[in-house]
């Protein structure tokens, strides 16, 4: 075999990288530079510290793989000074002290030069993880790039991508970033994912939106699946286990019998969440260094850079997304508990995990998560999200009233079992109960589904939980998997025989779909999908039965299980990809003038400047109560705003959880500073000098006017510079009082 081969699937991983962006708009010489940024200030300072801190890892992927997630910690140190220095622009020099330091320092030298590499990824399994790699970008594509088109196009994206770039190019510009669409306000907010997509965008020096809608998921997506690999195939000490959770985080499961009932946080890869992508590869590093420290046999055997990388790990955890720290932290104190009531011994390494993730824990409890106002703990929260259960009855039965009260109590305590079903493979890791590592993997999935069921947010953000943990999910089931496929040695007829079964038992899930009523105008009542349900949660009992006494008919067990879960994922995902791929583009779209309105506004004001702006409201004009969710200004424009949308704030949040007398939407609260937001509509439409001289003073420079959105006085042509004009946009820079 020639010796370059072995690189050939990561070249193909770049090219199907490249042909991605520049094929959803991103210019080449734009991804060529990204590409060289990430190298440089993410890749090397992070394989270089990794190798100061500890041993050379057996393989190059490996080392490139926790390097990375050790290169986004160092990059995020390091923006936060330039930024608030006024110096984004130099952050490209970040690295290269510690470049200086390693070339010049004779005992680092030798640190870094180390032996070689132990072992090398198989060619097979290397192409495998390109297709996976690739297969995840063809759903990024077709469920989201394809639909958020880049300026000038006119396509609208979904709110949330506005929201998260107008964020990351308030990152850019101020270290702790504010809340874009309201000025002055601190960003309570799991904002680490943003704050790296700025990062990126100051040292490639290209524009952050290309960054943001574009380039920076590809590195991160690659770097989920290359960890959830080496991380599942280190425990399982088998290279197919972990292509095996791969493929179950590439195409998530999600068994539900009845098609209006939407699956529980079944896909972890939800590229609308940036946070909840960024957060993927913290949580597999940090649970990669954490396992380390559970199977320990004592404090001694941990050197001190494992110490180093798991607080790193750990406060990087804080800010991609506040539900991954108390998440492992159950996990580690279950963990503990476990092995001290099994050894009658407290396992010390295991109890300073529990403290390292605790101190770090409180303080960004206070300052990185932001999103939380409103939370509530509760029992069985999570059934909410069968959610509108009642409502999709009344959508698709053409008699409602055929379940209600204790009916659908009932129904929904069935259709939640069977949700389960999506997460039943952690059931094959049970022979794996005497490993801590495994314990303290199942004890994160379970904190997850808990997190899930015990808070209530009015956002549905509880499902983070669950969705953070899928790919741990994916580990563990597929360890199990392994070890009990090992164990058992079933034989191809066995094998084969129960993938059957598997695909019976999915068969009869899709019957319960068609028993249930999956067309409008269904009329069903509650007893048959009951005994529908009944009968697959007997039949489930009777197999766990039947194979607890022979080790071979759990082998086989494990095959129709996987056979159960993934294959009809398989089907479903292509379906659904296919057919987002053949579908036409939403209809929603903002106008040409609102395009050329932001692009002038990105491109000829100060970075720093405030805009005040008409435009409130999702769609359609200003109006009182409405989804106040625009955030197309401060995304689109780079700019930050006085008063722009609001849904996302926290006390938008905390007013829709304790609004008496009735139930309110959080995205469709009335602004919390109504002199404010008075202000700042006056401007555009009764504008007067007193007026616009407070909002000047208030540090407004720039008014985004749209007629679309409501009235604009005339007068605003003589009281501030008309700078640009197309259809319904004008933008006036406002003069500073004489």
Known sequence: MRAGLPWCPAIVALLGSGALATATGVPVQDTVRFA???GWSILLPGVLLLRLLLPRPRALPQEFATGFVVGLGMQLLAWGPFVAAGVGGWLILYPLPLVAAAALVPRLRARLRGPAYAARMPTGVAWALCAAYLLALLRLWATVLRHTPLPPSTGRWYPDLYWHLSISAEAMHHAPPQVPQVSGQPLLYHWFANAQMAADALVARIDVLEVAARLWYLPVYAATLLLTYLLTA???RSPRAGLLAVALLVVPSALTPVTWVPALATDALLPLSPSQVFGLPVLLALLGTSVHLVRAPGMRAVPMGEWVLLALFAALAAGAKSSILPTVLVAALVTGAIRWWRERAVHRPTLMLAAVLLVVLVPASRFLAGGSAGSTPGLLTGADELTALKRAIAQHHAHPHVVTGLDLRVLAVLLSAVVLIQFSGVLLAWPLRRDPGAVLLAASCAAGFAGLMLVHHPGGSQLYFMRGVLPLVAVLTSWG???VLRRTAAGAVSIALSAVAGLAAWALVAVVAAVAGRHRGAHVGTLPLAVALLVLAAGALACLLVVRRSPRRLGVAAVALLAAILVPSTVDAARAGAADATSPASSARLSAAEIAGTTWLRTHTPARDVVATDVHCLSGPTRTACDARAFWV????????YVESWGYTDQAAAAASNHPGRHINYTHTAFFD?????????????????LLARMYADGVRVLFADTSAGPVS???RTLARPVFRDGTVSIYLLRPAR
């Open 36 to 38: 060289a940024a990430v």
């Open 234 to 236: 280190r425990l399982a």
């Open 481 to 483: 998997a392994t070890h």
């Open 634 to 641: 401060t995304g689109l424009g780079e700019r930050q705003a």
């Open 674 to 690: 109504p002199a404010r937001l008075r202000r700042n509509d006056s401007a555009f439409t009764a504008p007067t000098p007193a």
């Open 714 to 716: 005339a007068s605003l």
